[in-house]
């Protein structure tokens, strides 16, 4: 069975510390790794897919990266609007298109 | 944005009754889901399709029920409803070719 695990659960960073998350996987052959955003009564927003080792994507202030077992989220210099909850999610090569979520990092940035 | 709409996006209801949350795309991807957020298990899958009159169970599926008549809309029926399926429905779409999601903006349902 597919499983994802986040850490930590809850993070609060002053504005201007830089932090990483952390998504540890376990699946059956990975097919990709993603990463979203979600707001607080909003739908997730796709920000990364990563599909093999070694792998690193970049969008302003964040930069996920990918190992055989894990991916780490980094946040450079975050402010106050990179407040989110931040999931992280796998994808096998045989699961017929089915997603296994984690439960999220909720990253809170004090001005 | 991904061409998603969900209805109702709130809904209040009792116990035993009926409820049917619709999602729309205007995206023509072939693959629909429909998950449930809760606060501790994260988003987990209740049924999701791969084409028309094409469905299959995810991994909360017991008292759910889903059909998809045409590419653009996917239901999620929930026959008689308990307390226990207050949550909040997201539904989501993909091409299938990437594995990315786009998800709606959710319904929250509260059974009473």
């Known amino acids: 069975e597919d499983q994802v695990t986040q850490s930590p659960e809850a993070l609060r960073l002053q504005e201007g510390e830089s932090s990483s998350l952390n998504c540890s996987y376990t699946?059956?052959?990975?097919?990709?790794l993603f990463w979203y955003r979600q707001d607080p009564g909003k739908g997730p927003e796709f920000l990364f897919t990563l599909y093999s080792a070694g792998e690193e994507k970049e969008k302003e202030r964040l930069k996920a990266t990918l190992t055989k077992k894990e991916s780490f989220l980094h946040i450079t210099a975050p402010k106050p609007e990179d407040s989110a909850t931040y999931l992280c999610?796998?994808?096998?090569?045989?699961?017929?298109?089915?997603?296994?979520f984690g439960t999220g990092t909720r990253l809170t940035i004090i001005p | 944005d991904a061409g998603i709409t969900q209805s109702p996006r709130h809904k209040v209801t009792e116990t035993g009754t009926p409820v049917t949350l619709r999602c729309h795309q205007t995206?023509?991807?072939?693959?629909m889901y429909w998950y449930r957020q809760d606060p501790g298990h994260g988003l987990r899958l209740i049924h999701y399709s791969y084409g028309v009159k094409d469905t299959d169970k995810g991994e909360v599926s017991d008292g759910y029920s889903v059909s998809r008549s045409k590419t653009e809309d996917f239901l999620l029926t929930l026959e008689s409803a308990t307390s226990s399926q207050t949550s909040v429905y997201f539904c989501?779409?993909?091409?299938?070719?990437?594995?990315?999601?786009?998800f709606g903006e959710g319904s929250r349902l509260t059974v009473l």
């Open positions: 699946v059956s052959g990975l097919r990709g």
């Open positions: 989501a779409i993909s091409g299938g070719d990437t594995g990315e999601l786009f």
């Open positions: 999610a796998v994808l096998p090569y045989f699961g017929n298109e089915k997603l296994t």
């Open positions: 995206e023509n991807h072939r693959y």
